[in-house]
């Protein structure tokens, strides 16, 4: 399976929102558990949150009630929207996609950064 591909993020300002995306490769019944992962500046990596193929979905405390992740099967994408960030929120995010398989691939990440 190809590295999935993040896109959407950005520069904003506190407050504001943002939605990322994740697009796996491969056949749509091979994808299992999708997540979200980011690694803010002089960090490491930490767990966001996941989604199951069948919709479980849990979320670190951090961005709970804040932070919402859905998918399309379909298109084999996972979506994080991310409402009210903090500066705190700037990081490098990165997904992770789970195949039936065991395989577990990385995308490249992409740079959210908030600031005023």
């Known amino acids: 399976q190809a590295q999935p591909v993040e896109s959407g993020g950005g520069l904003v300002q506190p407050g504001e929102s943002l939605r990322l995306s994740c697009a796996a490769f491969?056949?749509?019944?091979?994808?299992?558990?999708m997540k979200w992962y980011r690694q803010p500046p002089g960090k490491q990596r930490e767990f966001v949150g996941s989604?199951?193929?069948?919709?479980?979905?849990t979320y670190a405390d951090s961005v709970k009630g804040r932070f919402t992740i859905s998918r399309d099967n379909a298109k084999n994408t996972m979506y994080l929207q991310m409402n009210s960030l903090k500066p705190e929120d700037t990081a490098v995010y990165y997904c992770?996609?789970?195949?039936?398989?065991?395989?577990?691939?990385w995308g490249q990440g992409t740079q959210v950064t908030v600031s005023s």
């Open positions: 989604i199951a193929r069948r919709g479980e979905i």
């Open positions: 491969g056949d749509i019944f091979r994808v299992n558990t």
């Open positions: 992770n996609v789970l195949y039936v398989s065991g395989d577990d691939h």
